[in-house]
């Protein structure tokens, strides 16, 4: 859990003093942006889609963005990276994805998002490679959707790294008991799950499809709707 909390956490606070993305490619048709290929930390927007790209040591991972989807290679050098693509802002929307997620050491994928008021960090996690982001939490219990059963976590951030800057938060998460890579995900189904255990979320931030590494070589392909 050490690695997704914390780098994703970084991550937030990280964009939020970003400059201008710098985008080593742009393809365009009829005068709109359809790609852009990201090789450096950024966040931004491209044709309704908010996208976000993290690397701690800003090099060794590419991301190509397309329109609600994007593909992501990293490697060691990197460190720690994590990129996807979503909304802003989020929402209790159902998320439709699909695509390929090749992390055989230690990555994720996984709904993950913010909400202020109170301050939250969230997850759902899909699936995962070598290490299971649940190590360490105790299950608050289970909820079924989409064809799975996720447990329930509950953990607390002191003094982390957020989308308000350094403070103390709470993050909720859902992790799915059987791995999959493409499906549905009826995020409402979650938000109810973890509001039954008294876990409530605020007013939503930002909401992505997020691919995380650590320490760690690999690849995906996702595209959202």
Known sequence: MVHLISLLAICSAAVT??????????????????????????????????YSLWMQTNTGATMNVGTGSYSLTWATSSVNVV???????????????????NSPGNGYLSVYGWTTNPLVE??????????????????????????GTYNIYHNVRTNAPSIEGTTTFDQFLSVRTSKRVGG??????HFNAWASH????????????????YESSGSSSISIS
């Not at 990129?83 to 997620?101: D, E, K, Q």
């Not at 105790?138 to 959707?145: K, R, Y």
């Not at 549905?184 to 189904?189: D, F, K, L, S």
């Not at 008294?198 to 590494?213: C, D, S, V």
């Open 122 to 147: 969230y997850y759902i996690v899909e699936s995962y490679g070598s290490y299971n982001p649940a190590t360490g939490l105790t299950s608050l219990g289970t909820v079924t959707s989409d064809g």
């Open 198 to 213: 008294g876990l409530r979320l605020g007013t939503h931030n930002y909401q992505i499809l997020a691919t995380e590494g």
């Open 17 to 50: 003093t970003l400059a201008m993305p710098r985008l080593s490619n742009i393809t365009t048709e009829h005068g709109l942006v359809r790609r852009a290929t990201i090789s450096t930390s950024t966040t931004g927007t491209l044709n309704g889609y908010y």
């Open 83 to 101: 990129g996807g693509v979503g909304w802003m802002p989020g929402s209790a929307r159902v998320i439709n994805y699909s695509g390929t997620f």
């Open 184 to 189: 549905t995900v009826t995020t409402a189904n």
